[in-house]
């Protein structure tokens, strides 16, 4: 007999797991299909998508180790604290990365246990329209939903010509498990990915060189940010080149060489014991059978959806990095609770611009709103407030005085336009701008908030402070 649900979502990741419980909560009959492959103790596919198996979770694990191994290595003895010299086991590392994604993937299934949304294991593809909703193929069995939310997410893109063995050449997913520091890494690729497991692995010990086809670094963030990430990441030993033509990869047993042309033309090589390719992403479409139900898709691969993720179809919603938008699990949860809720008949919303982006590196990367650039290129007047670490007690206390909060407001409202951070806690002071801008909020309106003293958030209130040119402590 055909099981029939009322909402099935395909896919089990941030987005789809989160649409699931959402939709269950609010009384619908629910099943949540998933058919990666990573690895799982029971040998069914895993719940958690790419954000909780090889992307953001276990990246972050790693970041962390390294970092207090770093730490150990170069920041105790100006501290006082003397010991010898920290040697890195990267088997106990990778083992203690694993067992905190085991944990929180299983943490789903419990989720599900407890909302009653059903597991079903198994590729989601459309079958047809019924009178009711769609009949869908899950695996080797049809079953039949009111409405479908795709949450297929996306995987790493890779270079035509260099295939991706996830061991001597990897994507995300060999990055994050190599079994031993290379003493010679090479990256193709200096975004968030490439940026923050360039980092991971020179703090342990690898000399790294990351190649960057575009002119500028991080062209998507702040300029001054920028130049500061730049500064502060060739300071610590990453070699970061860009503008660079990558013309030739070629993978031997236990190493590869990459031949380029430098920004100037010049031609240059340079060999490594392993390569990460990392130059984006591209959205899970493929295996869906969108062409025979129509689903529309845009030039990028992308599903088409409306300002709530509504596709071209009836009941069809799509949500996360298989829509419009930035490639981000907290992106796809909120549209995964949006639908949900329009589903139900309630005024779910997501306001894309006021999502935050967070680079994970020492020091971290935080930005939501506009940067000057875009301001500029949209003819809006616009006041900077900037504030350094160097002047805030906190970030020299712990050892943590690079980088800078800016804060641009709009020059006749007050209104906080866009809040660029580089700093220790960027990640977390972030949340205090994206309030801000999610309630159209001044720049005085942080200003007049009193934040706890001594604090890192303190810099963000003395950047809202220099927007009036009433700055007090820098």
């Known amino acids: 007999m055909l099981k029939e649900f009322d909402i099935l979502v395909i896919g089990g990741g941030p987005g789809g797991y989160v649409a699931a419980i959402r939709a269950a909560q609010l009384g619908f009959n629910v099943a949540c299909c998933e058919s990666n492959p990573y690895a799982d103790p029971k040998g069914e596919p895993r719940l958690g998508g790419t954000c909780l198996n090889v992307g953001c979770i276990p990246s972050k694990a790693l970041l962390h180790t390294s970092h207090l191994y770093e730490e150990a290595a170069h920041a105790f003895a100006g501290q006082g604290i003397e010991i010898s010299a920290p040697k890195i086991n990267v088997q106990k590392m990778l083992a203690r990365k694993n067992g905190i994604v085991d944990q929180l993937t299983g943490g789903i299934k419990a989720l599900f246990r407890k909302n009653k949304v059903a597991f079903l294991a198994g590729h989601g593809a459309f079958v047809g329209k019924t009178a009711n909703g769609w009949k869908l193929a899950v695996g080797k069995e049809e079953v039949e939903a009111k409405a479908v939310i795709i949450a297929t997410g996306s995987s790493a893109r890779h270079l035509p010509n260099v295939p991706v063995d996830n061991k001597i050449v990897c994507d995300n997913v060999g990055a994050l498990d190599m079994d031993a520091v290379p003493k010679k890494l090479a990256i193709i690729g200096a975004g968030v990915i490439g940026l923050e497991m360039g980092s991971v692995w020179r703090r342990l010990g690898s000399e790294v060189t990351?190649?960057?086809?575009?002119?500028?670094?991080?062209?998507?963030?702040?300029?001054?940010?920028?130049?500061?990430?730049?500064?502060?990441?060739?300071?610590?030993?990453?070699?970061?080149?860009?503008?660079?033509?990558?013309?030739?990869?070629?993978?031997?047993?236990?190493?590869?060489?990459?031949?380029?042309?430098?920004?100037?033309?010049?031609?240059?090589?340079?060999?490594?014991?392993?390569?990460?390719?990392?130059?984006?992403?591209?959205?899970?479409?493929?295996?869906?059978?969108?062409?025979?139900?129509?689903?529309?898709?845009?030039?990028?691969?992308?599903?088409?959806?409306?300002?709530?993720?509504?596709?071209?179809?009836?009941?069809?919603?799509?949500?996360?990095?298989?829509?419009?938008?930035?490639?981000?699990?907290?992106?796809?949860?909120?549209?995964?609770?949006?639908?949900?809720?329009?589903?139900?008949?309630?005024?779910?919303?997501?306001?894309?611009?006021?999502?935050?982006?967070?680079?994970?590196?020492?020091?971290?990367?935080?930005?939501?709103?506009?940067?000057?650039r875009e301001l500029k290129a949209a003819g809006i007047a616009y006041k900077t407030g900037k504030a350094p670490f160097l002047a805030n007690g906190r970030a020299l206390g712990i050892g943590a005085a690079e980088g800078?909060?800016?804060?641009?407001?709009?020059?006749?409202?007050?209104?906080?336009?866009?809040?660029?951070?580089?700093?220790?806690?960027?990640?977390?002071?972030?949340?205090?701008?994206?309030?801000?801008?999610?309630?159209?909020?001044?720049?005085?309106?942080?200003?007049?908030?009193?934040?706890?003293?001594?604090?890192?958030?303190?810099?963000?209130?003395?950047?809202?402070?220099?927007?009036?040119?009433?700055a007090l402590h820098c």
């Open 210 to 372: 990351i190649l960057e086809a575009l002119p500028d670094f991080l062209p998507f963030a702040d300029a001054d940010v920028a130049k500061e990430a730049l500064k502060i990441f060739t300071k610590q030993g990453l070699s970061i080149q860009t503008g660079v033509q990558v013309n030739e990869v070629k993978v031997g047993k236990k190493s590869v060489a990459i031949s380029y042309a430098d920004k100037d033309g010049k031609a240059a090589r340079i060999e490594a014991d392993r390569l990460i390719v990392s130059v984006g992403r591209v959205p899970n479409t493929e295996g869906l059978n969108a062409d025979a139900v129509g689903l529309k898709l845009n030039a990028r691969g992308q599903i088409e959806v409306d300002a709530h993720c509504k596709t071209n179809l009836p009941g069809v919603w799509a949500i996360g990095d298989v829509v419009r938008g930035p490639m981000l699990a907290h992106k796809a949860m909120e549209e995964g609770v949006q639908v949900a809720e329009r589903i139900a008949g309630q005024a779910g919303h997501v306001n894309l611009d006021a999502i935050s982006g967070v680079i994970y590196t020492s020091p971290e990367i935080a930005w939501v709103g506009k940067n000057e």
């Open 404 to 470: 800078f909060v800016k804060i641009l407001a709009d020059a006749a409202t007050d209104r906080v336009l866009g809040v660029h951070i580089i700093g220790s806690g960027a990640s977390d002071l972030i949340a205090e701008a994206v309030v801000a801008l999610e309630f159209a909020g001044a720049s005085e309106d942080l200003a007049r908030i009193c934040h706890a003293h001594p604090t890192l958030s303190e810099a963000l209130h003395e950047a809202a402070l220099a927007c009036d040119k009433r």
